[in-house]
């Protein structure tokens, strides 16, 4: 993480008195009784603070009502909910809470904990669901709160668990497959009138997942090899687009104008600034799909088989 936000990480630490992990952008600990966890809202957001709890409680979920009431007296929470077992507050992006962060956040997190013992909640695991005090632990690329149980069972399974195969090959055609999806996605919102960053995100992530979902898992190499894969298409994608144009312009089939691109090209019967401009504005929006979706991908892959309590402190946020 960029060293800005290791500060960041590192002043909300010893403001609060939670512990920084070692390996993960997050900070444990117990406040007013509940074990909590800060982390990101997103891995793109790290500036973004959510607080997450794993907690249960004989009257069911929280109640329309009780998020009001509770937002209503803490104005650094941007919002409140809960999924399943966990509640989670995301805390207000803005310059006056982080300028005031070490002043703002204990002083919710007490609020926070002291308005969940009062509704009644009480810690559980995140797996079993038992009552009691639980660890922080990422497991399978997931920050979550398990007992000590739950934690050594999903240990021993990930120790004893077979690393899964890659096949380059197989995982070549899954993301050829997948990028057809994106080049499709590129074909139509042009024929429409529109070069959108949505294709590039298509492209992106319909190539990874059919790499992963043929090839077994993702490497750095599978990494590379959907990359070029996309980049072909890309331009493929490109061509065929103005073969349509030509196609519907001057009467031919679309296999006759694909063709037709490079001759007409170099007649400058197509203006070749439009051309290269509009395909240079492809690869752009390719870039921001393709990037974020690799890492995130490679990340995964990397995370997938790893169980462990978090444990501080630690250098690397």
Known sequence: MANRFQKFYQMVAEATGLTPDAGQPALFGNRGGFDLLVHPLKPSQPGILTVTVCVQRAAGPLTAGEIKEFRAGQWACARLFQQGQTVNMTIKNSLKVTKHMPEVLPGLLDGFAEFLRQAGFENVCQSCGAAGETQSCFAGGRLLQLCPECLARMQQQAATAPVKPENPVAGA????????????????????????????????????????????????????????????????????????????????????????????????????????????????????????????GLRASRQAGVVRPLQGPGPQL
């Not at 590129?186 to 959108?196: C, E, H, N, R, T």
């Not at 294709?199 to 090839?215: H, N, T």
């Not at 990494?223 to 349509?244: E, H, N, Q």
């Not at 401009?277 to 995130?296: A, D, E, R």
Request: aromatic share 8%.
């Open 173 to 296: 055609v899954g993301a050829l497959i997948g990028s057809l999806a994106g080049a499709a996605c590129i074909i139509l919102l042009s024929q429409l009138g529109y070069v959108a960053a949505l294709s590039g995100l298509v492209m992106g992530v319909c190539a990874i997942k059919g790499y992963e979902m043929l090839g077994g898992r993702l490497s750095g190499k599978g990494a590379a090899v959907s990359v070029v894969i996309m980049l072909l298409m890309t331009y493929a994608a490109d061509r065929l687009d103005w073969g349509i144009v030509i196609a519907r312009e001057l009467g031919v089939d679309v296999f006759t104008g694909f063709r037709s691109v490079g001759v007409l090209l170099e007649m400058q019967a197509i203006d070749g600034a439009m051309y290269w401009g509009n395909l240079v504005m492809l690869y752009l929006f390719l870039l921001l799909g393709m990037v974020p979706t690799v890492l995130s």
